[in-house]
């Protein structure tokens, strides 16, 4: 570890936005990524992987890749691939290329994430951008390292509507159980969820920055981003909200982000509502705050940091 950087976890179920969130992580100058893990999400396991595999290899990211679960706490994987594209990445033309060098570490991601907390000098920075099932498994096996983590800065949830459901958002849907396992265990949450996200729009202007790099490896993200755009209506790209990159640029940029304490509680029951997050703001007087939770954000300066990082790193790429 670099003297002076803070040791990062990024776990993720890469996914568009999951390869954006990564390659921010991978450009801020006050953190190391100490392992990266994938999980069943957005797609298969063996996908989000391959996904991962190949953003470390096309960004010359010299970072370890463990997989991670490939089903839920309870349950089947709930993918999106309908939604998302094939192989949980869509494209409107060309695609990363598979990573033809870099392959998975052989130890699974919940033992190495337990390593690294076991091994942490300091409180330790985890970031989730897919459902929490992997950190999970990590505190129910070793329930001592829940006190080695610092921030745990996660994408899911949402204090209003959802978007896989009406109620709830992907990745807490995806593994509800995981989550409230996470927040029951006292790990120091930080959520950062659709009511944040929707105040963070990518669009056709941000596509087009990207393709003007004018690199093969260029045209290729700007084709999945071109997909990304295109999620709600095929024929006409449109903004999005851009999800995941909001835990990694909070990192760096927490004057953009507004938190706020409050009581999260999942939804795991409910026939209409299984993974809502339930998110109680009046606290203490009328529940304990288990979690902060992001309420606000600058999001033309969140997703212009995110753009200048992919045109600054694509360009040097060449
Ligand atoms: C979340 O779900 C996934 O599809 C995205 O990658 C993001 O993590 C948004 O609900
Ligand atoms: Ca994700």
Not at 112 to 140: C, M, Q
Not at 243 to 259: G, I, K, N, Q, R
Request: hydrophobic share 45%; aromatic share 6%; with cysteine.
């Amino acid at each position: 570890m670099a003297a002076g950087k803070q040791a990062v976890w990024f776990d993720c179920d890469t996914g568009f936005d999951d390869l954006m969130a990564l390659v921010v992580l991978a450009g801020l100058d006050q953190f190391e990524i100490a392992g990266v893990s994938t999980v069943v999400g957005n797609t298969s396991l063996e996908n989000t992987t391959a996904n991962t595999l190949a953003v470390v290899e096309a960004f010359g990211i010299d970072v370890p890749v463990y997989r991670g679960r490939s089903l839920p706490l309870v349950g089947q994987p709930s993918t999106i691939e309908s939604l998302l594209g094939e192989g949980g990445m869509g494209t409107i033309g060309r695609r990363l290329p598979p990573a033809a060098r870099r392959r998975a570490e052989p130890e699974h991601a919940v033992q190495a994430l337990i390593d690294f907390l076991r091994s942490a000098e300091r409180p330790a920075l985890v970031v989730g951008t897919g459902p929490l099932t992997n950190v999970a498994e990590a505190l129910a096996l070793a329930p001592d390292v829940v006190g080695k983590i610092g921030r745990l800065v996660v994408m899911g949830g949402s204090t209003g509507a959802g978007n896989h459901t009406a109620a709830a958002e992907f990745n807490v849907f995806a593994d509800p159980e995981a989550w409230a396992a996470v927040l029951r265990a006292g790990a120091p949450l930080e959520m950062f969820g659709l009511n944040l996200t929707r105040q963070v729009l990518i669009g056709p202007d941000d596509e087009a920055r990207i393709r003007a790099v004018g690199t093969d490896l260029a045209q290729a993200v700007a084709d999945h981003l071109g997909a990304y755009l295109r999620i709600r209506d095929r024929h006409r790209a449109a903004p999005m909200p851009l999800h995941d990159p909001c835990t990694t640029v909070s990192l760096a940029h927490p004057e953009w982000f507004e938190l706020a304490p409050a009581r999260v509680d999942v939804e795991l029951a409910g026939q209409l509502t299984r993974g809502a997050t339930v998110c109680e703001f009046r606290v203490p007087r009328r529940a304990e705050p288990n979690a902060l939770v992001a309420v606000r954000a600058e999001g033309e300066r969140v997703v212009g940091h995110v753009v200048d990082r992919f045109v600054e790193a694509l360009t040097l790429l060449g």
